[in-house]
Protein backbone atom coordinates (compact mmCIF):
# COMPACT_ATOMS: atom_id res chain seq x y z
CA UNK A 1 0.00 0.00 0.00
CA UNK A 2 1.34 3.22 -0.94
CA UNK A 3 0.22 5.99 1.17
CA UNK A 4 1.06 10.34 0.50
CA UNK A 5 2.29 12.01 2.96
CA UNK A 6 2.95 15.77 3.04
CA UNK A 7 5.41 17.71 4.93
CA UNK A 8 5.21 21.26 6.10
CA UNK A 9 6.29 23.31 8.74
CA UNK A 10 4.08 25.76 10.78
CA UNK A 11 4.01 29.16 12.59
CA UNK A 12 6.31 30.06 9.82
CA UNK A 13 7.10 30.96 5.89
CA UNK A 14 10.33 29.62 5.67
CA UNK A 15 11.55 26.37 5.09
CA UNK A 16 14.05 26.31 7.82
CA UNK A 17 11.57 27.65 10.50
CA UNK A 18 9.17 26.64 12.79
CA UNK A 19 8.08 23.20 13.74
CA UNK A 20 7.82 20.08 10.74
CA UNK A 21 4.59 18.07 10.40
CA UNK A 22 3.79 14.93 8.32
CA UNK A 23 0.11 15.15 6.63
CA UNK A 24 -1.62 11.86 5.33
CA UNK A 25 -4.92 13.73 3.84
CA UNK A 26 -6.60 10.29 3.03
CA UNK A 27 -5.66 7.90 5.98
CA UNK A 28 -9.16 5.92 5.61
CA UNK A 29 -7.12 3.11 5.13
CA UNK A 30 -4.72 2.95 7.61
CA UNK A 31 -4.79 1.52 11.27
CA UNK A 32 -3.44 2.78 14.30
CA UNK A 33 -0.37 1.00 13.73
CA UNK A 34 0.16 2.44 10.00
CA UNK A 35 -0.68 5.91 11.26
CA UNK A 36 1.89 5.14 14.07
CA UNK A 37 5.00 3.81 12.10
CA UNK A 38 4.41 6.67 9.39
CA UNK A 39 4.80 9.12 11.81
CA UNK A 40 7.89 7.26 13.86
CA UNK A 41 9.43 7.15 10.05
CA UNK A 42 9.17 10.68 9.62
CA UNK A 43 10.35 11.47 13.19
CA UNK A 44 8.67 14.81 13.49
CA UNK A 45 7.42 15.77 16.88
CA UNK A 46 4.01 15.07 15.38
CA UNK A 47 1.84 13.99 12.15
CA UNK A 48 -1.52 14.37 11.45
CA UNK A 49 -4.38 12.12 9.68
CA UNK A 50 -7.46 13.05 7.61
CA UNK A 51 -10.68 10.87 7.31
CA UNK A 52 -14.38 11.76 6.77
CA UNK A 53 -16.03 13.08 9.90
CA UNK A 54 -17.83 10.54 12.42
CA UNK A 55 -21.66 9.85 11.55
CA UNK A 56 -24.13 11.51 13.23
CA UNK A 57 -21.71 14.27 13.59
CA UNK A 58 -21.13 17.46 11.64
CA UNK A 59 -21.32 16.89 8.09
CA UNK A 60 -19.52 18.82 4.96
CA UNK A 61 -16.97 19.01 2.32
CA UNK A 62 -15.03 20.92 4.71
CA UNK A 63 -15.75 18.67 8.02
CA UNK A 64 -12.77 15.80 8.95
CA UNK A 65 -11.39 13.41 11.57
CA UNK A 66 -8.40 14.79 12.61
CA UNK A 67 -5.80 12.51 14.61
CA UNK A 68 -2.80 13.28 15.73
CA UNK A 69 0.11 10.72 16.13
CA UNK A 70 4.07 11.28 17.64
CA UNK A 71 7.13 8.96 16.80
CA UNK A 72 6.29 6.68 20.50
CA UNK A 73 2.00 7.17 20.65
CA UNK A 74 -1.02 9.18 19.62
CA UNK A 75 -1.82 12.74 20.92
CA UNK A 76 -5.18 14.23 21.86
CA UNK A 77 -4.27 17.48 20.18
CA UNK A 78 -1.80 18.88 18.31
CA UNK A 79 -1.52 22.95 17.49
CA UNK A 80 1.14 23.18 14.93
CA UNK A 81 0.31 19.55 12.98
CA UNK A 82 -3.47 21.42 12.86
CA UNK A 83 -2.50 24.74 11.34
CA UNK A 84 -0.16 22.54 8.83
CA UNK A 85 -2.87 20.45 8.02
CA UNK A 86 -5.42 23.37 7.22
CA UNK A 87 -3.00 25.54 5.05
CA UNK A 88 -2.74 22.06 2.93
CA UNK A 89 -6.40 22.42 2.72
CA UNK A 90 -6.40 25.82 1.97
CA UNK A 91 -3.88 25.41 -1.34
CA UNK A 92 -6.04 22.77 -2.70
CA UNK A 93 -9.66 23.46 -1.58
CA UNK A 94 -9.57 27.46 -1.06
CA UNK A 95 -9.66 29.43 2.06
CA UNK A 96 -11.93 30.01 5.04
CA UNK A 97 -13.77 27.45 7.46
CA UNK A 98 -12.42 24.16 8.31
CA UNK A 99 -13.91 22.00 10.93
CA UNK A 100 -11.72 19.16 12.64
CA UNK A 101 -13.51 16.57 15.20
CA UNK A 102 -10.35 15.94 17.48
CA UNK A 103 -9.63 12.92 20.46
CA UNK A 104 -9.77 16.61 22.34
CA UNK A 105 -13.29 17.83 20.59
CA UNK A 106 -14.08 19.98 17.71
CA UNK A 107 -11.73 22.61 16.93
CA UNK A 108 -12.38 25.30 13.99
CA UNK A 109 -10.10 26.69 11.75
CA UNK A 110 -10.25 29.66 9.16
CA UNK A 111 -7.65 30.47 6.57
CA UNK A 112 -6.96 33.53 5.25
CA UNK A 113 -3.90 35.51 2.81
CA UNK A 114 -1.72 37.12 5.51
CA UNK A 115 1.48 39.32 4.06
CA UNK A 116 1.41 36.71 0.98
CA UNK A 117 1.15 33.86 3.16
CA UNK A 118 -1.42 31.17 4.23
CA UNK A 119 -2.07 32.00 7.78
CA UNK A 120 -4.44 29.88 10.18
CA UNK A 121 -6.49 30.38 13.06
CA UNK A 122 -7.38 27.65 15.48
CA UNK A 123 -10.00 27.61 17.94
CA UNK A 124 -8.99 25.89 21.26
CA UNK A 125 -11.42 23.39 23.23
CA UNK A 126 -12.52 24.95 26.36
CA UNK A 127 -9.71 25.90 28.76
CA UNK A 128 -8.88 25.39 32.07
CA UNK A 129 -6.04 25.95 34.89
CA UNK A 130 -5.18 24.11 38.01
CA UNK A 131 -2.04 24.14 40.87
CA UNK A 132 0.84 21.77 40.31
CA UNK A 133 1.64 19.76 43.77
CA UNK A 134 4.54 20.75 45.38
CA UNK A 135 6.34 17.52 45.32
CA UNK A 136 6.23 17.30 41.35
CA UNK A 137 7.13 20.51 40.87
CA UNK A 138 10.07 19.74 42.67
CA UNK A 139 10.42 16.54 40.16
CA UNK A 140 9.89 18.69 37.58
CA UNK A 141 12.87 21.00 38.05
CA UNK A 142 15.14 18.10 39.61
CA UNK A 143 15.15 16.81 36.35
CA UNK A 144 15.51 19.62 34.26
CA UNK A 145 18.39 20.56 36.43
CA UNK A 146 16.45 24.09 37.48
CA UNK A 147 17.30 25.58 40.96
CA UNK A 148 14.23 26.82 42.05
CA UNK A 149 15.26 30.28 42.38
CA UNK A 150 15.67 30.70 39.04
CA UNK A 151 12.36 30.24 38.22
CA UNK A 152 10.44 33.78 38.02
CA UNK A 153 7.25 34.35 40.91
CA UNK A 154 5.40 36.90 38.77
CA UNK A 155 4.76 33.77 36.93
CA UNK A 156 3.67 30.96 39.46
CA UNK A 157 3.90 27.01 38.28
CA UNK A 158 0.50 25.68 36.96
CA UNK A 159 -1.21 23.00 34.35
CA UNK A 160 -2.92 24.61 31.75
CA UNK A 161 -4.66 22.50 29.31
CA UNK A 162 -6.39 23.37 26.07
CA UNK A 163 -6.76 20.19 24.48
CA UNK A 164 -3.89 18.87 26.29
CA UNK A 165 -2.04 19.16 29.86
CA UNK A 166 0.95 21.23 29.85
CA UNK A 167 3.53 22.30 32.70
CA UNK A 168 3.86 25.85 32.63
CA UNK A 169 7.58 27.19 34.50
CA UNK A 170 8.86 30.29 34.01
CA UNK A 171 12.18 31.13 33.85
CA UNK A 172 13.55 34.39 35.70
CA UNK A 173 16.34 35.03 33.29
CA UNK A 174 16.78 34.34 29.25
CA UNK A 175 19.93 32.96 30.06
CA UNK A 176 17.89 30.41 32.17
CA UNK A 177 15.62 29.61 29.13
CA UNK A 178 18.44 29.29 27.17
CA UNK A 179 20.36 26.65 29.24
CA UNK A 180 18.44 23.48 28.46
CA UNK A 181 19.71 20.46 29.11
CA UNK A 182 17.38 18.01 31.09
CA UNK A 183 16.96 14.26 32.07
CA UNK A 184 15.05 12.60 29.29
CA UNK A 185 13.76 9.56 30.70
CA UNK A 186 13.28 11.13 34.19
CA UNK A 187 11.54 13.82 32.94
CA UNK A 188 9.24 11.63 30.66
CA UNK A 189 8.55 9.44 33.72
CA UNK A 190 6.97 12.19 35.43
CA UNK A 191 5.00 13.37 32.64
CA UNK A 192 3.86 10.04 31.90
CA UNK A 193 2.84 9.78 35.91
CA UNK A 194 0.83 13.35 35.07
CA UNK A 195 -0.42 12.89 31.11
CA UNK A 196 1.38 15.54 30.77
CA UNK A 197 1.95 16.66 27.00
CA UNK A 198 5.42 19.06 27.08
CA UNK A 199 6.69 21.20 29.67
CA UNK A 200 6.14 24.95 28.76
CA UNK A 201 8.99 27.01 29.65
CA UNK A 202 8.59 30.73 28.85
CA UNK A 203 10.03 34.06 29.56
CA UNK A 204 8.48 37.21 29.56
CA UNK A 205 10.18 39.84 27.07
CA UNK A 206 7.71 42.11 27.17
CA UNK A 207 4.31 43.60 28.02
CA UNK A 208 2.35 40.62 25.64
CA UNK A 209 5.25 38.86 24.20
CA UNK A 210 7.30 35.97 25.57
CA UNK A 211 9.92 33.27 24.47
CA UNK A 212 9.09 29.65 24.93
CA UNK A 213 10.36 26.14 24.87
CA UNK A 214 8.81 22.66 24.79
CA UNK A 215 10.62 19.58 26.32
CA UNK A 216 8.69 16.77 24.56
CA UNK A 217 10.29 13.78 25.75
CA UNK A 218 6.78 11.72 25.82
CA UNK A 219 6.50 11.58 22.05
CA UNK A 220 10.30 10.94 21.56
CA UNK A 221 11.73 14.27 20.50
CA UNK A 222 14.17 16.46 22.87
CA UNK A 223 12.09 19.58 22.19
CA UNK A 224 9.48 20.75 20.06
CA UNK A 225 9.99 23.69 17.77
CA UNK A 226 6.59 25.25 17.69
CA UNK A 227 4.10 23.86 19.87
CA UNK A 228 0.50 25.46 19.23
CA UNK A 229 -1.61 23.35 21.81
CA UNK A 230 1.05 24.23 24.52
CA UNK A 231 0.54 28.25 22.94
CA UNK A 232 -3.30 27.86 23.46
CA UNK A 233 -2.64 26.55 27.15
CA UNK A 234 -0.11 29.57 27.55
CA UNK A 235 -3.09 31.48 26.16
CA UNK A 236 -5.32 30.29 29.14
CA UNK A 237 -2.73 30.32 32.07
CA UNK A 238 -1.66 34.05 31.35
CA UNK A 239 -5.58 35.13 31.26
CA UNK A 240 -6.75 32.98 34.81
CA UNK A 241 -3.34 34.56 36.26
CA UNK A 242 -4.36 38.15 34.90
CA UNK A 243 -0.75 38.66 33.59
CA UNK A 244 -2.73 40.23 30.66
CA UNK A 245 -6.18 41.04 29.91
CA UNK A 246 -9.22 39.13 28.95
CA UNK A 247 -9.15 41.22 25.23
CA UNK A 248 -5.27 40.64 24.65
CA UNK A 249 -2.97 39.59 21.59
CA UNK A 250 -0.03 37.86 22.90
CA UNK A 251 3.12 36.67 20.70
CA UNK A 252 5.25 33.89 21.15
CA UNK A 253 8.94 33.36 19.73
CA UNK A 254 9.88 29.34 19.79
CA UNK A 255 12.49 27.93 18.06
CA UNK A 256 15.33 30.43 18.02
CA UNK A 257 17.59 27.99 20.37
CA UNK A 258 16.84 25.61 17.96
CA UNK A 259 17.88 27.11 14.79
CA UNK A 260 14.41 27.01 13.41
CA UNK A 261 12.40 30.50 14.82
CA UNK A 262 8.60 30.44 14.34
CA UNK A 263 5.87 33.07 15.73
CA UNK A 264 2.70 32.01 17.13
CA UNK A 265 -0.09 34.63 17.58
CA UNK A 266 -2.50 33.49 20.76
CA UNK A 267 -5.28 35.86 20.82
CA UNK A 268 -7.90 36.29 23.78
CA UNK A 269 -11.22 37.50 23.35
CA UNK A 270 -13.16 38.85 26.40
CA UNK A 271 -16.10 36.80 27.15
CA UNK A 272 -14.93 33.75 25.04
CA UNK A 273 -13.07 31.26 27.17
CA UNK A 274 -11.62 29.59 23.80
CA UNK A 275 -8.31 30.39 22.74
CA UNK A 276 -7.39 31.17 19.17
CA UNK A 277 -3.82 30.32 18.07
CA UNK A 278 -2.57 31.75 14.27
CA UNK A 279 0.23 31.30 12.15
CA UNK A 280 1.35 30.69 8.94
CA UNK A 281 2.67 27.51 7.37
CA UNK A 282 4.53 26.33 3.99
CA UNK A 283 5.45 22.81 2.29
CA UNK A 284 8.92 20.95 2.95
CA UNK A 285 7.91 18.75 -0.43
Excluded at 146 to 174: C, E, M, Q, S, Y
Aim: charged share 20%; aromatic share 8%; net charge negative.
Amino acid sequence: MTTDVLRYTAFTTRPDGGNPAGIVLDASALSDGDMLKIAADLGYSESAFLTPPPAGGDQGERVYTLRFFSPKAEVSFCGHATVATAVALAERHGTGDYLFHTPAGEVPVTVDHADGALRATLTSVAPHVKDVRESDLAEALAALDWPAADLDPALPPRIAFAGNDHLVLAAATRERLADLAYDFDRLAALMHRLDLTTIQLVYRTGEFTFDVRDPFPVGGVVEDPATGAAAAAFGAYARELGLVGEESVLTLHQGDDLGRPGVLTVTLRAGDPRVRVSGSAVSLD
